[in-house]
């Protein structure tokens, strides 16, 4: 059963950054893509960005382009999830996925 536990969320202050993390477990190997998600108060899930597995293939949604950087470290089982400038818009629970595994979710609350 693969287990992935997001960390790095927190409260910050508009223009900050924060870097977040997710850790899979439960698995020894993966060339599964990896993928990050957030969910606002009220509003649907909206995917961000995705990485391919060795990491030299990155997509990202429009709306976070240029702002967000996504990466992956296999040797660590961890994707990474770079957000500069961040905005009050931002906040939400920031969720990793690996194909149907999904993790609990970290909040990040941007203060203006």
């Known amino acids: 059963q693969v287990q992935l536990v997001e960390s790095g969320g927190g409260l910050v202050q508009a223009g900050g950054s924060l870097r977040l993390s997710c850790v899979a477990s439960?698995?020894?190997?993966?060339?599964?893509?990896m993928n990050w998600f957030r969910q606002a108060p009220g509003q649907e899930r909206e995917w961000l960005a995705a990485?391919?597995?060795?990491?030299?293939?990155?997509y990202y949604a429009d709306s976070v382009q240029g702002r967000f950087t996504i990466s992956r470290d296999n040797a660590k089982n961890t994707v990474y999830l770079q957000i500069d400038n961040l905005k009050p818009e931002d906040t939400a629970v920031y969720y990793c996925?690996?194909?149907?595994?999904w993790g609990q979710g970290t909040q990040v609350t941007v203060s203006s």
């Open positions: 439960g698995r020894t190997f993966s060339t599964d893509a």
């Open positions: 996925n690996e194909g149907a595994y």
């Open positions: 990485i391919g597995w060795t990491g030299g293939s990155t």
